[in-house]
């Protein structure tokens, strides 16, 4: 069993329509969590880090972290057809894996005009 | 911000040869870097620590007699694929911490090995 669960997808949505995103993971180690957004054939580009439990947003994009349940989502408001690429979950353990994130397969998000 | 540049964004070489791929940290310091690599429609996988000043650390599994690693300076972390063969080609990316900016990655280098 993998550490870091994603359905890769893909998932198609309609241009303005919310997309949805999650990932579950099965280490309780875990304490930070990121979501990246990825263009193919690009590096990944930052899109939220948070580390508590909770809601954390930032314009257009809400992050939520569940630890309890080990469960974390990303919401994109608004969505437009650039918001069309794969989205990676990644995870990251401080205590003894300091900078070794491990990250979900990656969710394709296609968002059609 | 945090910018992490990489070059080359892609390069072909020819198997037995071997390819430097560069990682500069561009408005910030980083004492360590990470390397990546991703195989198509698959995620990133970590295969080592870069640190400043120091011999890399290498996860289970890379060779690291294949992919020499050197960071010489704080702002430089350096990827070389020594004797390429056509199962090294994929895509690397490097990536490094800026404090609350989190890890920041830079474009990543396609390799490709005939």
């Known amino acids: 069993q993998k550490e870091v669960e994603q359905d890769p997808g893909p998932l198609s949505v309609p241009e303005g329509a919310i997309v949805s995103l999650n990932c579950t993971y099965s280490?309780?180690?875990?304490?930070?969590f990121m979501w990246y957004r990825q263009y193919s054939r690009k590096g990944p580009e930052l899109l939220m880090y948070?580390?508590?439990?909770g809601n954390k947003e930032d314009g257009r994009f809400t992050a939520q972290v569940d630890k309890s349940s080990k469960y974390i989502s990303l919401f994109i408001r608004d969505s437009q057809p650039s918001d069309s690429a794969t989205y990676l979950c990644?995870?990251?353990?401080?205590?003894?894996?300091?900078?070794?994130?491990?990250f979900g397969a990656g969710t394709q998000v296609v968002v059609t005009p | 911000g945090a910018v992490v540049s990489q070059h080359p964004s892609w390069v072909i070489c020819k198997s037995g040869t071997s390819v430097k791929i560069e990682c500069r940290s561009l408005?910030?310091?980083?004492?360590?870097m990470f390397w990546y690599r991703q195989f198509p429609k698959q995620s990133l996988m970590l295969m080592a620590t870069?640190?400043?000043?120091?011999?890399?650390?290498?996860e289970q599994g890379v060779e690291k007699d294949k992919f020499l690693i050197n960071h010489a300076s704080l702002t430089l972390s350096t990827l070389t694929v020594t004797s390429a063969h056509p199962e090294d080609s994929s895509f690397y990316i490097c990536?490094?911490?800026?404090?609350?900016?989190?890890?920041?990655f830079g474009s990543g280098t396609r390799l490709t090995v005939v």
């Open positions: 990644a995870m990251e353990r401080t205590t003894d894996s300091w900078g070794k994130l491990q």
């Open positions: 948070t580390y508590s439990s």
């Open positions: 408005d910030f310091q980083a004492t360590t």
């Open positions: 870069s640190n400043e000043g120091s011999k890399a650390t290498y």
């Open positions: 990536s490094a911490n800026k404090g609350n900016y989190g890890y920041t």
């Open positions: 280490n309780s180690a875990f304490q930070y």
